[in-house]
């Protein structure tokens, strides 16, 4: 058993001990002066962190290709043509090298507190396999410290690169866990609504969860997103399937808007944002209020599209804190749910501190919330299932 003492919690007075046994929360009290295995020195201690959205094969590629490509993406405007500079990135993938990469990143994240994270992965024409390969083995030798959920992704779409889909469910029959989509890439309406499907049908046929992007310009017109919610509903997949940044939301109007988060509400998607990486973002704070789960992602670390980024949430929660205008203290408290609970909930996992629930924990450095936004430190512990996986004293 290990015994964490003189810790606070989120949303309770005073301090308290949490007692760990085995891979669980054993139980919660409050601190009376015992002693104990760690001592948080009155620092606050919740969940571990959860990115629910990175590109995780592209990691460490933006010096090669970041001149034709940051700017057009994060303006918003040349999103499409940015995405397709960058896949000549993908024709010089070594999974070897990748897998050297992207366990460097994974024990990155670890080090920031995170126990949890679902990886984009390119399958496509232009990467086949190579990537997804690389990355299965960095899995490998990350698996007791982290879990990873591998997304097969068809970055250049199914109908702009029509060798795609059979390279995707390949992928899925290896090992994948999630089918990716991006409808909003294909060139027509029609394309948009059958690249959905084709995603949704895959996901049937293997019982697996879903993660799309969708709506990623500052476009009116894109809809991909509505339809996602539609076609959801109709394959009976509600609370199995992830949206990641839905910029155009932030351009429709008040009567679109609300119309797509009633959908999106019915069809119990969760919405993922990353507002450091791109001029225009979701409009959080109206999807929160109207009661969709809203998470926070990493999105890239220098790639093509966003030349910083270190796998860490807390990070991540500093810059959406100011681009999202959620520095008050409720604006705060939301902003650490997503990349907690809610990031663990758009996944489809449960991260909770609560009795009985796994011990995926940190400790951090700071006794509040908002110390531990302002400074966006690595915890002094990680805890992965009652083991401490990483400890920066």
Partial sequence: MVRITNVKLRNREGLYTVEIKGDRILNISKYSGESGDINGMGNLLTESFVIPHVHIDKVETGDIIEKDTISKYQLGEGADEAIRKAAEVKKHYDSEIIANKVVEKFLQGISHGVTFMRVFVDV??????????????????VKNMLDVEI?????????????AQSIVEESIKKGADVVGGIPWIEKTEEDMKQHIKISLELAKKYNKPAAFLVDDAPDPKLKTLEYLADETINYGMQGKVEACHARALEVYDKESLYRVFEKVKTAKISLVTNPHTGKYHLPVNEALKY????????????DAYYPYGSCNPLEVAFLASHLLWMMDPEGRENIYDMITWRAASAV?????????KSADLVLLRRDSVKQAIR???KPTYVFKKGVIVSESI
């Fill in 348 to 356: 489809g996992i449960e991260n909770r501190l609560e009795t009985g």
């Fill in 124 to 141: 496509d024409s232009y990467a086949e396999l190579k990537g997804f390969i690389g990355v299965m083995k960095a899995k490998e030798k």
């Fill in 151 to 163: 997304v097969a992704f068809p970055q250049q779409g199914f109908f702009t690169d029509v060798g």
């Fill in 375 to 377: 400074y966006h430190e």
């Fill in 291 to 302: 009661g969709i789960n809203v998470a926070l992602g990493q999105d890239d670390c220098n």
